[in-house]
């Protein structure tokens, strides 16, 4: 009887032992997989974290600070920025195509004149794109006038290049201050509509302020960017006109020098 006591003693400890051996590696194993899903969710915390750190392209940058600033009158500045833009690009091109070899052309006038190919030279003028050679022309047609008429002529047609030069240089103008005019407006307009939230809210709530007045200077930063971008390029393009200008005025002077030099030798062959 002690003996089977005994065993079956032995037989409730061993079983004991082995139910708390189980719930020992059941609870080890569980806390081996907390430690790793809390690893797993760091790492992927952290991914976001990198991803969320990384640096917005330019792109992303304007077209994000667009949509936070007054649509309506952000909408408005880009167009100004589009518009100046086309005037512009219109006026490069346009002078960049009326910008020649002046001292080779007016060495071929001077050639073919005092040959005595009068013909020839206002035919090389009229195939000659740009205003110097459209005033060469001018004063080749009058070759056989008084030089005074000639020197009128060619002044006339002159200041009728040099109109045609600065066309369009006006809407340029006019772009370059709209776009600021715009900006403070959206920028006025953006200041009343959070005083209006801060007036709807009942309290002076820092964080209101603070966001009324972003979306109000926005449209400011932009109308002043699209003038000063618009601006470079109307000095370049004046810059331009004043060297067309420049070629126009001497061209003449030379123009006239030969018109003298072949009159001197008409009236010696007489």
Not at 254 to 266: A, H, N, P, Q
Request: negative net charge; contains cysteine.
């Amino acid at each position: 009887m002690l003996t089977r006591i005994k065993v079956a003693t032995i037989l409730l400890v061993l079983s004991v032992m082995t139910g708390m051996a189980q719930t020992d590696s059941m609870t080890i194993t569980d806390r081996l997989d907390s430690m790793a899903n809390a690893q797993l969710m760091i790492g992927v915390d952290s991914d976001y974290a990198d991803v969320a750190m990384q640096p917005q392209s330019l792109h992303k940058k304007i077209k994000t600070k667009f949509i936070e600033g007054n649509a309506g009158f952000m909408a408005l500045v880009a167009l100004a920025l589009v518009l100046g833009l086309a005037f512009c690009i219109e006026r490069i091109i346009y002078l960049s195509l009326s910008h020649i070899n002046t001292n080779k052309l007016m060495e071929d006038i001077d050639r073919l004149v005092s040959e005595g190919n009068v013909e020839g030279a206002k035919e090389l003028c009229r195939n000659t794109r740009g205003p110097v050679a459209s005033i060469c022309y001018q004063g080749l047609m009058r070759i056989n006038e008084d030089i005074d008429e000639i020197e009128r002529s060619i002044a006339s047609y002159g200041s009728v290049q040099s109109a045609n030069l600065e066309k369009g240089c006006s809407w340029i103008t006019l772009f370059i201050a709209i776009a600021p005019s715009l900006g403070f407006l959206g920028t006025v307009i953006g200041m009343v509509m959070a005083f209006d939230q801060i007036q709807m809210a009942g309290d002076l709530n820092a964080t209101v302020v603070a966001a009324g007045m972003k979306v109000a200077l926005i449209t400011t930063i932009f109308g002043i960017i699209v003038a000063l971008i618009l601006q470079v390029f109307y000095n370049y393009i004046l810059s331009r006109i004043e060297n067309l200008v420049s070629q126009m005025e001497e061209s003449a002077i030379t123009l006239l020098d030969i018109t003298v030099k072949f009159k001197s030798e008409k009236i010696k062959r007489q």
